[in-house]
């Protein structure tokens, strides 16, 4: 279908909701298509996808929103009904090395009010190549090392995924080491150096080599690193971490300098050889900026503000080395939990303003949405109205509210109300927010005029001149403007 994508078949559910008057229909659609298109491009047509009338998108205020007021990546062309790529969607950017990308919106229609879930299903492109974390992999071994002695590389990284990722290396020839390529648990693929040829100091006490990391694209994409061995002698035993994999739990909003968790590895060498110092041999950019390590304790430490909300789980491997070189690598994953420190976002979505004071009970008047960043229940919550008006609001889709009237209006008696909206999480404690809507009363002609009394009576001479007063009568009507505009006339008897 090229860069039109695909709506996934099946996938389109539609749910009926009554709420008084009004109809809701809620369906879901996946677009499945290429990161990196042009801005412009057609994703696919959401109104045949979704059976409305392209006629009609426009009268009835199609429009897609995001989470939060998040960017929105996609827009709806409202005369053909085409979904059209609005903003540059970048996978890497927005999911790293999920295998799954998925960007969801809300497709809203009004009068009646409809809401519709959107998927794009983001596809990687083979648009990275591999890049190693250090320009230079400096090795130290000793001239003793037997042939078929193993020296583990520093892996690369790609940012894309699954073919497009790192498949393979290759090691520049040369007298000494081949390259053997293993494949670690989580699925990534790293070196090592085998030593083929025994080393001997006196003849060469360093090699430069050339390693490279290449991935599985059509328009295949490579990265290099030198290797630098340096010709030592003997240290026969390589650090050991006490786990493979150490895991922590970490509270959002922690001070700096906690330390988060400590890493420990031992060497059976002696002196030098046995002396241990740690680094992060891969780490992502965000992580980099929250986390530092120590390179004597192993302590991982806080250096960044911890907000769930942006990053939930933080993934990194350290390296373990010894005074001459040898390494051994540990995984460590932090889980961070979630606090209720965000309050939740009220947004007025749609209003009709100002209301005919004629309006009947029920009749919607306004669309409020409440959003809360924070997860479970402290990301749950309560709208409501807390003053004494004749307005309630009326839970409707997901987390959208309707404003509907819940009595008879009189502009003559109240012609303006500021309705103070409250929502409230679930969290502990719970967090509040407010929001004031000022709403008119607009004037219809349902008084009649009334005069001052109920008759007036009048004495005259006879003889009077045309067009002399006789009496005067007054009559006042409490209608506005041009409804309230009194004229008079004599009636015949």
Aim: a negative charge.
């Amino acid at each position: 279908m090229g860069h039109k994508g695909f709506c996934v078949a099946g996938l389109v559910c539609c749910f009926a909701f009554f709420l008084l008057t009004l109809h809701y229909a809620y369906g879901d659609v996946i677009y499945s298509f290429p990161e990196e298109m042009k801005r412009g491009s057609v994703i696919g047509n959401i109104a045949k996808d979704l059976g409305l009338e392209a006629s009609r998108l426009s009268a009835r205020k199609a429009r897609i929103d995001t989470e939060r007021n998040r960017k929105r990546y996609c827009d709806i062309n409202l005369s053909t009904g085409d979904l059209i790529v609005a903003d540059r969607i970048d996978r890497e950017a927005l999911c790293g090395e999920k295998v799954s990308c998925l960007l969801r919106f809300e497709l809203v229609l009004e009068n009646p009010l409809e809401l519709h879930r959107i998927s794009l299903k983001i596809q990687d492109i083979n648009d990275n190549a591999p890049i190693f974390p250090k320009d230079i992999i400096k090795l130290e071994i000793t001239e003793s090392a037997v042939k078929g002695a193993r020296f583990l590389l520093i892996e690369a990284h790609d940012a894309d995924i699954g073919q497009h990722g790192v498949q393979s290396y290759t090691l520049e020839r040369n007298e000494h080491f081949v390259l053997a390529v293993q494949s670690s648990a989580d699925g990534g693929k790293y070196g090592e150096l085998v030593l083929d040829r025994e080393l001997d100091r006196e003849e060469k006490h360093e090699l430069k080599l050339l390693l490279t990391a290449m991935d599985g694209g059509t328009l295949q994409r490579s990265g290099t690193v030198v290797i630098h061995v340096t010709v030592l002698d003997a240290n026969d035993n390589a650090p050991v971490f006490s786990q493979a994999v150490y895991k922590a739990p970490l509270i959002e909003n922690s001070p700096l300098d906690t330390v988060v968790v400590t890493v420990s590895a031992t060497d059976a060498d002696e002196g030098v050889n046995g002396e241990v110092t740690y680094e992060f041999s891969r780490i992502s950019d965000t992580a980099r900026h929250m986390f530092a390590l120590s390179q004597k304790t192993g302590d991982v430490k806080i250096i960044g503000p911890i907000d769930f909300e942006e990053e939930s789980v933080y993934e990194m491997r350290i390296e373990a080395k010894d005074g001459y070189g040898l390494t051994s690598n540990a995984k460590v994953i932090i889980d961070v939990t979630d606090i209720n420190d965000n309050t939740p976002e009220i947004y007025l979505k749609s209003l009709t303003n100002p209301i005919p004071e004629n309006v009947s009970p029920g009749t919607e008047v306004g669309i409020i949405n409440v959003q809360d960043r924070d997860s479970e229940n402290n990301g749950q919550g309560r709208c409501s109205i807390q003053q004494n008006v004749p307005f309630k609001l009326v839970p409707s889709i997901k987390n959208y509210y309707s404003l509907v009237t819940t009595g008879e209006l009189d502009r003559e008696l109240v012609s303006d109300y500021n309705i103070t909206i409250t929502a409230t999480d679930e969290g502990s404690p719970p967090l509040s927010s407010y929001k004031t809507i000022q709403l008119s009363v607009a004037d219809i002609n349902d008084n009649p005029p009334v005069f001052m009394e109920q008759s007036y009576s009048a004495q005259m001479t006879e003889n009077n001149k045309s067009g002399s007063s006789v009496c005067s009568v007054t009559a006042r009507d409490p209608d506005w403007r041009q409804n309230g505009t009194v004229i008079y006339s004599l009636l015949p008897w």
